[in-house]
């Protein structure tokens, strides 16, 4: 295993704990990582990335060892997509391939929604959907209600939050296990810890993870607050729709497991699902509370991206939630074959 020195960087708006490799190559390359993680869950793939691209792996606020600064979930990814602007300045890069996993995927569109400009091609891998995570009921992202019931700081796994409060780094990777991968697929038990550990990294609390949250008289009785992480990455405040109105339209590509089972139709993490399999008791059927449609909410707003003038490219691959470990080969074929066609185009 290829050790990295995590480096800081002072912006304009935080101190930032980033990794960086491949300095030199032309083809720089930013990612951004995913909720409950860090920089160090892209640390496997970076020794084969970094033979063809500059890449920076930032932490994001909350997370890893990035400044602790609270985020304001009013502004739905907007905190996050200021901090990536202000990372990126700094390194002194003005065009670069973006790619998000997860909540950095939704991140990511909201970067490339504020400065489009800079991004050359956009790689989703896993990302939420973009009507938010939680709180919806069809492809089109229809909202339960406005307050955004079933979603926000009162949704989050309580198992996730004491883990992180007592340090319990084998309850943290049992869960990250049972969730993130396949079920026939283990990381080393050195890399199992580093993740655990990094899991363990979120910032707790009203501000930061999970966020705020209020109660209500309708199932699955919670709704969203306005500050933390979760809140962020409601519909109430996290819808990604301006996406669809960029004009200078990046490429898209997508690349999701076929086995995930936190950003799918049936999310072991989306309340209406949890219900619907008994594991939250009241549920009130498929007419009132269906499961939200993950993946197809993604590929009908895709859809419409591509009929407005955009390009995507929808690739699924063997794997969980974080695919492009368990088969990076087809990860990084599909990633130097989509940043060379940018290129030759």
Not at 159 to 166: H, I, P, Q, T
Not at 301 to 327: A, K, M
Request: hydrophobic share 35%; net charge negative.
């Amino acid at each position: 295993m290829t050790d990295y020195i995590q480096k800081i960087i002072h912006t304009d708006r935080l101190r930032t704990a980033y990794y960086r490799a491949g300095e030199g190559n032309e083809k720089k390359l930013v990612v951004l990582h995913g909720n409950i993680s860090s920089s160090v869950f892209f640390l496997p793939l970076v020794p084969y990335l970094a033979d063809r691209y500059d890449i920076a792996v930032p932490d994001l606020r909350c997370f890893g060892n990035t400044e602790g600064r609270p985020v304001d979930a009013r502004r739905g990814y907007r905190d996050w997509s200021d901090d990536v602007d202000a990372f990126v300045r700094a390194l002194g890069w003005g065009h670069f391939t973006l790619l998000g996993w997860s909540m950095g995927g939704d991140i990511a569109m909201q970067y490339c929604i504020d400065h489009a400009e800079k991004v050359e091609g956009l790689v989703l891998v896993a990302p939420g959907s973009p009507f938010g995570f939680g709180g919806t009921r069809d492809e089109k992202g229809t909202m339960y209600s406005p307050a955004g019931l079933g979603s926000g700081g009162g949704t989050s796994n309580p198992a996730l939050v004491l883990s992180g409060k007592l340090g319990g780094g084998s309850v943290m990777s049992d869960i990250l296990n049972r969730f993130l991968f396949s079920e026939d697929f283990r990381m080393s038990d050195v890399w199992e810890k580093k993740f655990a550990k990094a899991a363990m990294s979120a910032r707790l609390g009203t501000g930061y993870f999970p966020g705020d949250y209020s109660l209500t008289w309708k199932w699955p009785y919670v709704v969203a607050g306005d500050s933390g992480v979760l809140n962020a990455m409601s519909p109430k405040y996290g819808r990604l729709d301006e996406f669809l109105n960029i004009k200078e339209k990046m490429p898209v590509l997508w690349i999701r497991g076929n086995d995930d089972k936190i950003v799918s139709d049936t999310s072991m993490m989306e309340l209406g699902y949890l219900g619907k399999i008994g594991l939250i008791p009241g549920w009130p059927g498929e007419d009132v509370y269906p499961p939200q449609p993950m993946v197809r909410q993604t590929r009908y707003f895709l859809e419409q991206y591509r009929s407005r003038g955009g390009q995507y490219v929808e690739l699924v691959i063997p794997g969980g939630h974080v695919c492009i470990l368990e088969s990076p080969v087809h990860f990084i074929t599909a990633l130097d074959t989509f940043v060379q066609s940018k290129t030759e185009n």
